[in-house]
């Protein structure tokens, strides 16, 4: 998936928790071979190359990540926006290059990134760009529910006490080996040895997007990964977004809808939900946090 995975299990069982960890590592090779858009033959690649000719079948998976994708879209009111795709590849910001594009470039390929051309066949299980040009980018929701999933295998294999992260994307399950809760700690944007806040996870989602994760500068002006669907640049508001849920594909879709909503609207759109908390640290670094994780 382009990124860090780590798998932590408590155990007194060693070789099981050895086998778990593989499995749980499997687990997310396996996701990432169906949802990248690197690997050229991947189910979503497919779907993205078919756009605007034909319906292509889904994999189970990836279309309930694209239906849930949709759905948090609309929550967040189109922030969070998997049709992103023709954006991500025009600035190519996970790449090596340093490039911006113009105004005009962007322009031409906004048009193509509205989700509500995605459509879907249910009874067939089929996908239809309807654009051509269009391409649907999971990097946002992607991590969340492969931490979930690599979860749900560790508790197949008997392990009832772990941690996965997938980069900023960690689900916890049980407590550490001395009774207390995992601590998770966000990093602080812009101090890199630093911590922002630590929480205390179990049987929870947590998910931190930054404009620290991948950028690069050029004339004193920081480009990142995470763009604002309405203007097709880097979204401005905010310089890190965390959002803790139930669900990690919940908790991942927000942390990047959130992000770019930026912290009034963002706060106001973690408040209104039930069992959602967040922390928000805006532009000029100031920090907002939820009222239910105030006291945490
Ligand atoms: P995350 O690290 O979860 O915040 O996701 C960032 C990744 O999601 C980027 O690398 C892109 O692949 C994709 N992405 C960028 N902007 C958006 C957006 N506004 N909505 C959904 N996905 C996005
Ligand atoms: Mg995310």
């Known amino acids: ?51 605007g000719v034909s319906p292509v079948k889904a994999d189970r998976e990836v279309l309930y990540l694209i239906k849930k994708g949709i759905e948090l879209g609309d929550l967040t009111n189109g922030a969070f926006n998997i049709a992103v795709g023709p954006l991500v590849k025009l600035w190519g910001i996970p790449d090596k290059r340093e490039f911006i594009p113009s105004k005009k470039e962007i322009g031409l390929l906004l048009p193509v990134t509205d989700y509500h051309n995605i459509q879907i066949d249910e009874e067939k299980g089929e996908v239809f760009l309807k654009k051509k040009g269009m391409r ?41 080996p001395d009774g207390k809760a ?9 101090e890199k040895e630093k911590l922002l806040r ?28 995470i763009l604002d669907p309405r ?10 977004a965390t959002v803790v849920a139930s669900e990690g594909i919940v908790a991942d ?34 920090v907002f946090v939820s009222s239910g994780m105030k006291d945490k």
């Open 1 to 51: 998936m382009g990124t860090i995975v780590e798998i932590t299990v408590a155990s007194d069982d060693k070789k099981r928790a050895n086998e778990a960890i593989d499995a749980g590592f499997r687990e997310i090779k396996r996701l990432e071979q169906l949802m990248s858009t690197y690997i050229p033959d991947s189910n979503l690649s497919r779907i993205n190359d078919s756009a």
């Open 136 to 176: 649907i980018d999971l990097g946002g929701i992607a991590k969340g529910y492969a931490a979930e999933r690599a979860i749900a295998i560790l508790k197949e294999k008997g392990i009832d006490n772990a941690i996965v992260a997938v980069a900023g994307d960690v689900k916890a399950i049980g407590k550490r």
């Open 182 to 190: 995992w601590h998770i700690g966000v990093k602080h944007p812009r």
């Open 198 to 225: 630590t929480v205390d996870l179990s049987d929870m989602a947590v998910s931190t997007s930054g404009d620290y994760e991948r950028f690069f500068i050029k004339d004193g002006i920081l480009y990142h990964h």
């Open 231 to 240: 203007t097709g640049e880097p979204a401005r508001r905010s310089q890190s």
């Open 253 to 286: 879709a927000l942390s990047t809808g959130v992000f770019v909503l930026g912290p009034e609207m963002g706060m106001e759109l973690i408040e209104r939900m039930p069992d959602v908390e967040g922390i928000i640290v805006d532009s000029t670094g100031k």
